[in-house]
T-cell receptor
Framework: EDQVTQSPEALRLQEGESSSLNCSYTVSGLRGLFWYRQDPGKGPEFLFT???AGEEKEKERLKATLTKKESFLHITAPKPEDSATYLC????????????FGKGTLLTVNP | DVKVTQSSRYLVKRTGEKVFLECVQD?????MFWYRQDPGLGLRLIYF???????EKGDIPEGYSVSREKKERFSLILESASTNQTSMYLCATGRAPGYTFGSGTRLTVV
C-alpha cells in the first residue's frame, strides 16, 4: 500500500527563522513527488514536482529536495504570509497519476 | 490558468438525502478526481475519471458514486447521505506534473 508521511504535524517559527519540513514516502512506481500549499478554506495550490533523487526546485523562500526515500521542503527566512498547511503527495500507480497525500504540516510564522 | 469550479462552497443536507456535488473544469483535461479532506486524515481519493464515461474507484469509494457525461463535468453522488460523510470535498483536474484543485465544498450532514 502506498504511504506518505509528513513531519512535524505542526511547526511554529519566528519570522526569519529557517527550517525544514519532511516527507517520507513509499509509493509503488513513483512517477513524481508533489508539494502543495493549502490556505484555510481553500483547495491545495501546486508548488513543485520532483522526479528523481537529487533533484531540487526553488520558488521564492521555498526549496524542495528529493532523495530515494524522503523529500524536504526548506523554508528560508520565512514571513508571516508563508503560514499555511504544506502537503506532500506521491504520484504513481500507472498513467493516470493518482496521488497519495500525506496529512500535511501546519506552518505558522509569527511576526 | 485552469479553472476548477465547484458548485457550492457550503452545503447542509439531511441524513438519507441523495446529494450531488458538481465540478466543472474549463481546460479540456481528461483526468478528474474527487477527494475528501478530514482533520487528522488528510486528503483521500474517492473516485477518479480519465475520460468521459470512464471511472475508477479510489481508496474510499463506499457510499459514493460518480458521473461523467461530458468531459468538463465530474459529479460526485452520495446515494444516501450519512453523518460520517460530513467533510470537505475537493475536486481536481489537470495533467502531470501539477493538478489544479477547486476551492472545495464543505458538506454537513445532519
Amino acid at each position: 500500500e502506498d504511504q506518505v508521511t509528513q513531519s512535524p504535524e505542526a511547526l511554529r517559527l519566528q519570522e526569519g527563522e529557517s527550517s525544514s519540513l519532511n516527507c517520507s514516502y513509499t509509493v509503488s512506481g513513483l512517477r513524481g513527488l508533489f508539494w502543495y500549499r493549502q490556505d484555510p478554506g481553500k483547495g491545495p495550490e501546486f508548488l513543485f514536482t520532483l522526479y528523481s533523487a537529487g533533484e531540487e526546485k526553488e520558488k521564492e523562500r521555498l526549496k524542495a529536495t528529493l532523495t530515494k526515500k524522503e523529500s524536504f521542503l526548506h523554508i528560508t527566512a520565512p514571513k508571516p504570509e508563508d503560514s499555511a498547511t504544506y502537503l506532500c503527495a506521491g504520484g504513481g500507480g500507472g498513467s493516470n497519476y493518482k496521488l497519495t497525500f500525506g496529512k500535511g504540516t501546519l506552518l505558522t510564522v509569527n511576526p | 490558468d485552469v479553472k476548477v469550479t465547484q458548485s457550492s462552497r457550503y452545503l447542509v443536507k439531511r441524513t438519507g438525502e441523495k446529494v450531488f456535488l458538481e465540478c466543472v473544469q474549463d481546460m479540456d483535461h481528461e483526468n478528474m478526481f474527487w477527494y475528501r479532506q478530514d482533520p487528522g486524515l488528510g486528503l483521500r481519493l474517492i473516485y477518479f475519471s480519465y475520460d468521459v464515461k470512464m471511472k475508477e474507484k479510489g481508496d474510499i469509494p463506499e457510499g459514493y458514486s460518480v458521473s461523467r457525461e461530458k468531459k468538463e463535468r465530474f459529479s460526485l453522488i452520495l446515494e444516501s447521505a450519512s453523518t460520517n460523510q460530513t467533510s470537505m470535498y475537493l475536486c481536481a483536474t489537470g495533467r502531470a506534473p501539477g493538478y489544479t484543485f477547486g476551492s472545495g465544498t464543505r458538506l454537513t450532514v445532519v
